[in-house]
């Protein structure tokens, strides 16, 4: 079991920055995908970014298609922890935004695929 740890959130203005980090402990190895997602109230839980790992090619990342070009996901191996950079904020981003992480590599946008998550950090980007 991995126990995930969220922080990094608040509030920001429109075009401003966040970094959220997730830290990771328990059963955590290097080949695990780390992703996030984020839930809007009413909305349902959508996915945001992820890294996934694969003995052909190493390190992927992916993105949602909302997120594209203004958020970077990365991860520190030996920290344990992965990083959702977000620049460019815009009001729709406002949302809690929870990471995930499971030792399956597919299906990654998929909330029903993911095993362990965490408590979820609230981001309120103003306008």
């Known amino acids: 079991q991995v126990q995930l740890v969220e922080s990094g959130g608040g509030l920001v203005q429109a075009g401003g920055s966040l970094r959220l980090s997730c830290a990771a402990s328990g059963r955590t190895f290097s080949s695990y995908a780390m992703g996030w997602f984020r839930q809007a109230p009413g909305k349902e839980r959508e996915f945001v970014a992820a890294i996934s790992w694969s003995a052909w090619s190493g390190s992927n990342t992916h993105y949602g298609d909302s997120v594209k070009g203004r958020f970077t996901i990365s991860r520190d191996g030996v920290k344990n922890t992965a990083y959702l950079q977000m620049n460019s904020l815009k009001p729709e981003d406002t949302a809690v935004y929870y990471c995930?992480?499971?030792?399956?590599?597919?299906?990654?946008?998929?909330?029903?695929?993911?095993?362990?998550w965490g408590q979820g950090t609230q981001v309120t980007v103003s306008s």
């Open positions: 995930a992480a499971d030792w399956k590599n597919t299906a990654i946008t998929l909330v029903t695929m993911w095993g362990s």
